[in-house]
Structure formats: C-alpha cells, structure tokens
C-alpha cells in the first residue's frame, strides 16, 4: 500500500544533498511529488512530498538520518480539499521591529493560509534607515473580502504599501 509523506530537512548546505536524497528515494521506488529546498547563507531547509510503499518508508528515513541534517516527518492524510483561491500579497513599509509578527496576526485573524512567504530588510544608505519587503502567497476561501483585509494591515502603519492580485 502507498502512502505520502511530508519530509522536512534542515542542516548546512551541502552541493549534492538534493541528488542523494533523490537517488535513495528512487532506490525504494519512491516518488517525489512536491518539493521546495531553499538556502539561507550556508544553510538549507527543505519539504519533500514523497509517495512510496508504506513497507519502504521506515528505511527511506534511516537513509536520510545517515546525512548530516536533520529530518522529520509526517503521514499525510488524504482528505477531501476545498479548492482555495490563490492571491498574491505584497507588503512594502519603513522596517521596524515585530512587522512580521503583526502582519502575520492580522492574516490569521482573516483567516488566510500562508502558503510561501518571503521577507527581507534592506539597507538604505542613502535615506539612512532600512526597509521592509515582504512577498506571500496565499489561500483565501470564496468569501473572502480583500478590502476589509488591507484596511487592517493599513492600521499596523500608514506606512505600508499593500497588493493583492489573483495568481
């Protein structure tokens, strides 16, 4: 019987990570259905959505606990899916402390998935301070109102620059 799974992988990077984890994968007749490495300075974290043969899983991840990163894991459950709607939002403001926290309460609060974030501070010498930039994906459900969403991260600042588009 398949099952999927989701494999988390943290650890320093490592040039090829992605092809050993590939390759023990295929050598269980596993498949890799999703996936997303990414690197920050000299580390990387990664998720890997793999479907194999449930006798097969307990040795796939031995495999990868032989690599130096660490390794979690979870069963996915098949469940029914309501199709979400996909938007993209972008958040530009003057960088201050906690910014990430608030925008990321207010989301909640309106109940929108995360599905990818990227955020980033970036030095301005020339005005002498530092700015805040932000990109997200997200999932939203078919009553979703983006007005009512964009008048509540306007109150986090006057500041903020905010824009949602369809995928």
Request: glycine share 4%.
């Amino acid at each position: 019987m398949n099952v999927q799974i989701l494999i988390t992988i943290t650890g320093p990077y490592q040039v090829n990570l992605v092809n050993v984890l590939s390759e023990k994968t295929h050598a269980l007749d596993g498949k890799w259905l999703t996936s997303k490495i990414n690197h920050i300075e000299d580390y990387m974290a990664g998720l890997i959505k793999v479907e194999l043969d449930l006798s097969n899983v307990e040795a796939l991840l031995d495999g990868f606990k032989d690599l130096p990163i660490s390794v979690n894991w979870v069963e996915l459950k098949r469940l029914p899916k309501e199709k979400p709607n996909h938007l993209n939002l972008s958040i530009d403001a003057k960088d201050r402390p906690g910014l990430v926290n608030d925008i990321s309460k207010i989301l909640s609060e309106y109940s929108v998935k995360v599905e990818n974030m990227e955020c980033n501070r970036i030095g301005l010498p020339a005005i002498g301070s530092t700015v805040f930039t932000s990109h997200f994906q997200i999932a939203v459900s078919d009553a979703f109102e983006k007005k009512p969403l964009i008048t509540s991260l306007q109150e986090i600042s006057n500041d903020l620059v905010i824009d949602i588009q369809p995928v």
